[in-house]
């Protein structure tokens, strides 16, 4: 997983390699809550158009802008989305997140920043830019 120059990672169990990325140092304490960073990378065991809706809920999430793409080095489909979180879930009501969700077979991977994690446009084209890249092996 490429990720801009002076930026961190780190990991909490193996499941966790190369998810949590930040341009600021950031430690994870065993046993507590995984801290918010810029960008969160994860696999989810759901098919990408399950992702989709979950991540668009109505209940919770106003969508700001849907869009289809091709990303990885495999040129897999994807869905690029950005939504306001209506309703307290794991964030306040008003949070916004940008996720790059990429069919990966039966699975789907998931790249992710929200705005409360600091310069939400740049992290959002890093977003981008880790889905574009990424190798798919």
């Known amino acids: 997983m490429a990720y801009p120059a002076g930026w961190y990672t780190d990991t909490v169990t193996e499941a966790w390699t ?9 430690v994870i304490e065993p046993f507590t809550e995984l801290p918010v960073t810029a960008v969160l990378v994860y696999i989810d ?3 990408r158009d399950e992702v989709v ?9 106003r969508v700001v802008s849907l869009e289809s793409g091709a990303f990885t080095d495999a040129a897999l489909p994807g869905v690029v989305v950005q939504t306001t979180q209506t309703e307290p879930l794991f964030y306040d009501a008003g949070t916004r997140t940008f996720s790059v969700i990429i069919e990966r077979g039966a699975r789907t991977i998931v790249l992710q920043t929200l705005d409360i ?10 977003v981008v830019a880790m889905a574009a890249q990424m190798q798919i092996t």
């Open 18 to 26: 190369c998810a949590l990325f930040d341009p600021n140092l950031f």
């Open 53 to 61: 809706r979950a991540l668009t809920d109505p209940e919770f999430f």
């Open 117 to 126: 994690a600091g310069d939400f446009k740049l992290h959002k084209d890093v």
């Open 45 to 47: 065991d759901n098919p």
